[in-house]
């Protein structure tokens, strides 16, 4: 047997050592987080503090929130405010067309309030939640690896984005964590943060990266400013007055403005409210009571109305502004308090109950409803249009893309606005409510629309005996704004699933018009607003809707009324095909009043347009009013540019008007032009929105592919002074000196290709190197015209043309 040899113990030790070593490393490689990092900090961060307010929240907002502000944020990811940050991600889509249930609600600041209680519902975190050292803050934040990954791999920098880049609506959403970051970044390289646009600069990306190495500190969150105080104390006095007539007219005004960001006049521009219900008097920290809905029940202990400073950034798609005055308080007083009219008790929370206005508020008299909605038209229905929700395609699929909004005038005997003629109606004017089944949808047809049946042919015994009017008469009964009023009419722009409002009578003539009543108004509100869930199931949804047709069925009707007789069923079936043929089949509405006469007096054979011309004369009180409404706000606009060189680009713009049909099939729905004079603040700003046809579509749910050509060759261009919409899809930019050449150049588009070549001289894609710097730009225009109004425009739809 063969004798080993005795080896020394240190040339063991030697031997066996990188043996060792080499293991010690392969097992650190295995263990070592692969997303691990090699940084000199000292190199890549910021020495000193680094402020949010000052510092991050100026990238946040224009880097970030400008997709991740709203309902629809992909993963449910809001940075528009720290708590956001904080709460973090999810995979559970709010806007899940097919949801059979009701979803759990996940509002920030009311549904959950502490971090813990996220993670609990199913949020996963975007920041380091571990040990606080500057390594470890940004080794365990996604946040962090999503923009080092822009870093390390920038997106294309000319050209369309490669088709790797999935950009639709209902694209299917990551939401990475820190566990599948490393395979997210792996797949996705060019993923990278902020998604399918430029990086961010060297100096945004080095400060962001300090704050979230510095803890990601937050700041403790705004308190009312020391002249807004007073005003907060006063209003939060008016509404919790304990006379029972108080208490109604104070619930009458929450469930209108819940949804309000309310600014207090004579305060700071940019410092916002919200009217909430507490469980805490003034004086004492808000505690909001989580109701989905302003008309749920409370509770059976004592609640407050008070007011609760917004701390979010501000986006366009959710800011509906209303202000409070001493002028508003004493409006109120003079529409629901003065009137001597009595409350003995108040009605319940009780869902049958609470969801019909008509019943709840029928001590209040109408006339006093209706004026107060009348004052503040544009704010109501703006609430239609852009909010409670950041995509409106079940209420907007409806409504054509651009129409006209009038009311009839109050002073008018118009018997729909009458108390008494209310509440006999009062049951058949219920709007369907959401309920915990599915069986809402079947009350469509067995409760709502034979409710909705017999107001029509209530209406209508009452239009057989209302007699004929001259023309000249019958604008008497459209509202004109008393004289002073630029709500008086508002012009509706539908942007495929988003949608805004204008003051005033803008654009070409449209096809249709609507004329509003208060129980047409009321139910507008309670139905999309007030009433509407946008976690609410698929019966919730098509119920609201289908009712949604019925009421833009009436409000066109009441146009109609003003047409001669013999013209009216013409120009009717013209509007009632594809879709709207469905609707008027499975709804057969009474339509004697199709031949009853009821204005006279017609010149022309295009009483339509005659009609517009007279609506048009009535209106032109207010029609100034109108117009700086919408370039400056409430202010008075300050004209910087000369208006010689402002006419020369209008004429331009005319032209671009004049566009029609498939000349515009390439076109977005919204696009900003930006023209850039010899002083940069001289540059002025136009809103091109194609208004596309859809008569011919049968779905509900149809977009821009399911069109067919008979509705194309009807798509018309609108040019708007300004900048209009809260999703812009694309941006132009072009000097004074080639503005006829652009308006040209624009005008001669027939082929896709042309339209590319167009983009390719003007427009501004997402790989464009200069395209945060305009996309800065038209934020800070509309700030700077609209101080209160504005809000960042979302870019969630920004096309890859």
């Known amino acids: 047997m063969k004798v080993l040899k005795k080896i020394p113990f240190k040339r063991w030790v030697w031997g066996i050592l990188p043996a060792g070593l080499l293991l010690l490393a392969i097992v650190y490689i295995e263990q070592k987080p692969p997303h691990s990092m090699d940084l000199n900090l000292e190199t890549v961060l910021l020495s000193d503090a680094v402020q949010y307010e000052k510092q991050i929240k100026p990238i946040l907002e224009k880097r970030c929130v400008v997709c991740h502000g709203c309902y629809d944020a992909p993963c449910q990811l809001k940075l528009s405010s720290i708590d956001g940050l904080q709460r973090g991600a999810s995979k559970e889509r709010i806007y899940e067309p097919q949801r059979i ?13 502490t971090t813990d209680q996220w993670r609990a519902r199913g949020f996963t975190s975007i920041l380091n939640e571990g040990q606080q050292t500057p390594g470890q803050n940004l080794e365990n934040s996604v946040l962090y690896h999503l923009l080092r990954l822009k870093q390390q791999h920038p997106q294309p920098t000319q050209n369309q984005l490669p088709d790797s880049f999935t950009l639709g609506l209902n694209r299917e959403e990551s939401c990475p ?8 970044a792996q797949q996705h390289p060019l993923w990278g943060m902020p998604y399918a646009m430029p990086g961010l600069s060297e100096t945004e990306h080095q400060t962001l990266v300090s704050w979230l190495a510095q803890g990601a500190l937050a700041p403790q969150p705004l308190d009312p400013s020391f002249t807004v105080q007073p005003k907060i104390n006063q209003w939060e006095h008016f509404l919790n ?62 609640f407050y109305y ?31 308090l003065l009137p001597d009219y009595a409350v003995t008790q108040l009605p319940s929370y009780e869902t049958e109950m609470a969801s019909n206005p008509f019943k709840v508020f029928a001590a209040i008299p109408a ?43 109050p002073d008018q005997s118009v018997i729909t606005n009458k108390e008494q003629f209310i509440e006999e109606m009062a049951d058949e004017l219920q709007v369907p409510k959401e309920g915990s089944s599915n069986l809402e949808l079947i009350r469509i047809w067995t409760d709502y629309w034979k409710g909705q049946r017999r107001y029509m042919e209530k209406k209508q015994a009452w239009f057989k005996t209302m007699g ?68 609410g199931n698929i019966d919730h949804r098509i119920s609201t809707r289908i009712y949604m047709d019925f009421l833009r069925m009436e409000g066109e ?3 109609l009324a003003f047409l001669p007789a013999n013209r009216r069923r013409e120009i009717r079936d013209s509007w009632y095909v594809g879709q709207r043929s469905t609707i008027d089949e499975l709804f057969a509405a009474p339509q004697a009043w199709l031949s009853t006469e009821a204005v006279s007096g017609y010149q022309t054979n295009d009483p339509q347009q005659e009609l517009y011309l007279r609506i048009k004369k009535r209106l032109d009180v207010v029609s100034q009013q109108a117009k700086n409404r919408n370039l400056c706000g409430d202010m008075d606009c300050k004209k910087t540019t000369s208006q010689i060189v402002v006419k020369r680009v209008d004429r331009a713009m005319k032209k671009i008007e004049q566009l029609k049909g498939k000349n515009l099939f390439s076109f977005p729905d919204v696009a900003f032009v930006r023209v850039k004079m010899n002083k940069p603040n001289e540059d002025v700003a136009y809103t091109l929105i194609r208004n596309k046809a859809y008569k011919n579509v049968t779905s509900f749910l149809a977009d821009e592919h399911e069109r067919d050509r008979a509705d194309i060759d009807q798509d018309s261009m609108t040019v708007v002074k300004g900048l209009a919409g809260s999703y812009p899809n694309f941006f132009f930019s072009v000097d004074l000196s080639e503005i006829e050449t652009f308006a040209k150049h624009c005008s001669a588009i027939r082929t896709p290709e042309d339209y590319q070549k167009f983009v390719e001289r003007y427009g501004v894609r997402r790989t464009h190197p200069k395209f945060w710097a305009l996309a800065d730009w038209f934020q800070g225009e509309s700030a ?9 425009f979302d870019l969630n739809r920004y096309n890859n043309l």
């Open 101 to 113: 249930t009701t979803m759990q609600p996940t509002r920030l600041f009311i549904d959950a309030i």
């Open 177 to 184: 964590t820190l566990a599948t970051i490393d395979d997210f």
């Open 241 to 302: 007055q304990p006379s029972v007539k108080q208490k109604l007219v104070s619930r009458y005004l929450y469930e209108h403005l819940f949804h309000a960001h309310i600014h207090f006049s004579a305060s700071p521009t940019r410092e916002f409210y919200r009217l909430v219900r507490s469980t805490t008097p003034s004086g004492e920290v808000i505690n909001e009571i989580p109701t989905v809905r302003p008309y749920d029940d409370p509770g059976t202990a004592p």
């Open 306 to 336: 008070r007011l609760l400073r917004y701390q979010p950034s501000i986006v366009a798609k959710s800011h509906i502004v209303y202000e409070f005055s001493d002028e508003r308080m004493q409006r109120y007083r003079e529409l629901f």
């Open 367 to 409: 006339e006093s409803r209706y004026r107060f909605l009348l004052d503040d038209a544009y704010f109501f229905i703006e609430g239609f249009i852009k909010g409670p929700v950041c995509r409106g395609q079940i209420a907007l699929d409806v409504i054509e893309d651009q129409f006209w909004v009038l009311f009839f005038d």
């Open 468 to 535: 004929t009017h001259n023309i000249e008469q019958a604008m008497d009964f459209i509202w004109d704004g008393d004289g002073n009023n630029p709500n008086a009419a508002l012009t509706v722009f539908r942007h495929f699933d988003s949608g805004s409002v204008a003051y005033g009578l803008v654009g070409r003539d449209p096809e249709t018009a609507w004329v509003i009543d208060y129980p047409l108004f009321e139910r507008i509100h309670y139905l999309l607003v007030a009433g509407f869930n946008v976690y």
């Open 557 to 559: 009707d009441y146009f």
């Open 784 to 792: 700077r015209n609209k101080l209160v109004r504005s809000g960042l």
